[in-house]
Each structure stands twice: as structure tokens, then as C-alpha cells.
């Protein structure tokens, strides 16, 4: 059998992995090791288009660990959306374990072939997350009540859960952002908690990266934004008490956002109490702590 017969048909067959690739894009900016030539030259091309983008990821790395810190010790429940590929530092669910033990749950979503496929070699098979509550799905952030009705299916939603977006809404459109923070808002329960990290700014890089997937046909762009605008969209959804996590780096450039916002009960005014029961009563007493105060502001 050909090299050529013996793939035909296979993942190798598919020319979405001959693109560049949002999450081997950011793995090799965060300096990781798992990009192809093309990931890295287009992330090249993105920091000469925008100077402090080296310096911003290299912050970055110390705002994402402040933000899924604050969530994880908050919250037994944890949706990690567009969680990308599985980095060396400790996983949420790992966290979610030391913190919560059995109670705790993870459900990581993204929407990427080669995500899916190292996430769930990784955190979700038996052998290495044995004992652990964690699943892996498929789901398009741009379709907001699909993914709800989704979650719903493997955590217990009538309690507050935290959720995280690290570096994830950099590529969704303003409306597809704020499509998904109004649903999550309705459909979550009040006290909830989202723990979010943004490029701010990189207006350069967005173009480089967004022009790149263009040329290629790959569905895929770099949005930029500025923490006002971005805060703004939550609390007009009803995610409120914003506080910065993005930590100052002597003599550094603008940092990345980063944040953990709460869902208001006024984002609900026609939700039962919490104390009413549900369907899913017996679980609902999962536990839920208040949001650590060791961020920076």
C-alpha cells in the first residue's frame, strides 16, 4: 500500500491541518512546543506587526495562572472554554481535585480537531485521570445555547459554577462575544463566576493573523480589544464586580486582560432562589467558596 492510499481517508487527509492553527499559533507565542512551520511563521509576522506582543505573552503566562487559580478555588464546577492544547503547568481539573476532591467537576470545550484529539488523550482518558470528574467536548462558542444545553447535560447549572476563557475571545466577533456572555448570563446560575484573559490592544498582530486564515480559507481570526470595551459587554449582561488579575511587570509594557467578573441576580430577575429546589436536587449542594482576594487590581 502508498503513503498516499494509507492516509487517504485518515485526519492526515484533511487540508485544515496544512493551515495555521489558532491554538499552535498561541502554544508557540507562549512559547510551548507543539506548532508546525507555518504556526510559526505566522506568529512571527504577527510580533513584528506588533512589537510588545512577545512581552505581553510572557505576562500572559502569569495572568492566566492568577485567573484559573481564582476560579478553580472558587468554584468545585469549572467550564474551561476553548481550552486549547494541554500545557505542562498543572490542568484545572488537577487543581479542581486538590482543592475539591470528589466534588470537584471539569468539563473542557473546544472546537479544533487537534485540540480535541491531544485534550482527550491527555484528560480524558482513564488511565491518566482516573478518579477525576473531567469531560471533553465539541462544541462551536458561536452557537451559546447549543453548548448550554450541552453542559447542562454533565454539570449541575442551578448552582454557581466557574467558568474560563483564556485567551479565547480574542476569536470570536464583538457579536458572537456578546451573544455568548448574554446566554451564559441567562442561563447560569447568579453568583456564578468568569475568569477571563484577552490580548489588549496587538492591533497589528489581529491583522496579521486574521489576514493569514483569510488567504488560507481557515475559519478562524484575531480580534482586538481594550479591557473598557470587553468589561463593558459583561456588565451590560449582567456580569458585574469586575476585578483585574493582570499582574504589573516593572518597566513592562501594557499587560494582557485579565480578569474574574460574577453574575448579578439581577441578570435573572424570573430565576427561582437558590434555595429552591431543583431536578437535580441532589447535587445541589455542590460547594462554592468566596473568590480568593490575592489578586491585583
Given at each position: 500500500m502508498?503513503?498516499?492510499?494509507?492516509?487517504?481517508?485518515t485526519?492526515?487527509?484533511?487540508e485544515e491541518?496544512?493551515?495555521?492553527?489558532a491554538?499552535?499559533t498561541?502554544d508557540?507565542?507562549d512559547?510551548?512546543?507543539?506548532s508546525?512551520s507555518?504556526?510559526?511563521?505566522?506568529?512571527?509576522k504577527?510580533?513584528?506587526?506588533s512589537?510588545?506582543?512577545?512581552?505581553q505573552?510572557l505576562?500572559h503566562?502569569k495572568?492566566?495562572?492568577?485567573?484559573?487559580?481564582?476560579?478553580?478555588?472558587s468554584?468545585?464546577?469549572?467550564?474551561?472554554?476553548?481550552?486549547?492544547l494541554?500545557?505542562?503547568?498543572?490542568a484545572?481539573?488537577?487543581?479542581g481535585?486538590?482543592?475539591?476532591?470528589?466534588q470537584?467537576?471539569t468539563v473542557?470545550?473546544?472546537h479544533?480537531?487537534?485540540?480535541?484529539?491531544?485534550?482527550?488523550?491527555w484528560w480524558?482518558?482513564?488511565?491518566?485521570?482516573?478518579g477525576?470528574?473531567?469531560?471533553v467536548?465539541?462544541?462551536?462558542l458561536?452557537?451559546p445555547e447549543?453548548?448550554v444545553?450541552?453542559?447542562?447535560?454533565?454539570?449541575?447549572l442551578?448552582v454557581p459554577?466557574?467558568?474560563?476563557?483564556t485567551?479565547t475571545?480574542d476569536h470570536?466577533?464583538d457579536?458572537?462575544?456578546t451573544?455568548?456572555?448574554?446566554?451564559?448570563?441567562?442561563?447560569?446560575?447568579?453568583?456564578?463566576?468568569?475568569?477571563?484573559?484577552h490580548?489588549?490592544?496587538?492591533?497589528?498582530?489581529a491583522e496579521?493573523?486574521?489576514?493569514?486564515?483569510?488567504?488560507?480559507?481557515a475559519d478562524t481570526r484575531?480580534?482586538?480589544r481594550e479591557?473598557?470595551?470587553?468589561?463593558k459587554?459583561?456588565e451590560?449582561a449582567?456580569w458585574?464586580?469586575?476585578?483585574?488579575l493582570?499582574?504589573?511587570?516593572?518597566?513592562?509594557g501594557?499587560?494582557p486582560?485579565?480578569?474574574l467578573?460574577?453574575l448579578?441576580?439581577?441578570?435573572?430577575?424570573d430565576r427561582?432562589?437558590?434555595g429552591a429546589?431543583?431536578e437535580r436536587?441532589d447535587?445541589?449542594?455542590?460547594p462554592?467558596r468566596?473568590?480568593p482576594s490575592?489578586?491585583?487590581?
Amino acid at each position: 500500500m502508498t503513503w498516499g492510499a494509507a492516509r487517504s481517508g485518515t485526519l492526515l487527509d484533511r487540508e485544515e491541518w496544512a493551515l495555521t492553527n489558532a491554538a499552535r499559533t498561541f502554544d508557540y507565542l507562549d512559547y510551548g512546543k507543539d506548532s508546525w512551520s507555518q504556526d510559526r511563521h505566522t506568529a512571527i509576522k504577527m510580533a513584528e506587526a506588533s512589537p510588545a506582543l512577545a512581552g505581553q505573552m510572557l505576562v500572559h503566562r502569569k495572568a492566566r495562572e492568577c485567573v484559573v487559580d481564582a476560579v478553580c478555588r472558587s468554584f468545585s464546577q469549572v467550564i474551561d472554554l476553548g481550552c486549547g492544547l494541554p500545557v505542562m503547568r498543572r490542568a484545572s481539573h488537577e487543581r479542581g481535585r486538590v482543592l475539591w476532591g470528589s466534588q470537584a467537576r471539569t468539563v473542557y470545550v473546544d472546537h479544533d480537531l487537534a485540540v480535541l484529539a491531544a485534550v482527550r488523550a491527555w484528560w480524558e482518558h482513564p488511565a491518566r485521570v482516573r478518579g477525576y470528574n473531567v469531560r471533553v467536548l465539541d462544541l462551536d462558542l458561536r452557537f451559546p445555547e447549543t453548548l448550554v444545553n450541552a453542559l447542562g447535560e454533565h454539570l449541575d447549572l442551578s448552582v454557581p459554577v466557574g467558568v474560563l476563557s483564556t485567551l479565547t475571545l480574542d476569536h470570536l466577533e464583538d457579536t458572537e462575544v456578546t451573544g455568548l456572555v448574554e446566554v451564559l448570563a441567562s442561563r447560569l446560575a447568579p453568583g456564578s463566576g468568569w475568569g477571563i484573559t484577552h490580548l489588549s490592544g496587538m492591533n497589528g498582530a489581529a491583522e496579521v493573523y486574521t489576514g493569514q486564515a483569510r488567504e488560507q480559507g481557515a475559519d478562524t481570526r484575531l480580534v482586538a480589544r481594550e479591557a473598557d470595551g470587553l468589561r463593558k459587554v459583561f456588565e451590560s449582561a449582567g456580569w458585574g464586580r469586575w476585578r483585574g488579575l493582570s499582574p504589573r511587570e516593572p518597566g513592562g509594557g501594557e499587560p494582557p486582560i485579565a480578569a474574574l467578573t460574577t453574575l448579578d441576580a439581577s441578570a435573572q430577575p424570573d430565576r427561582p432562589a437558590r434555595g429552591a429546589r431543583s431536578e437535580r436536587s441532589d447535587r445541589s449542594a455542590l460547594p462554592v467558596r468566596p473568590a480568593p482576594s490575592n489578586g491585583v487590581d
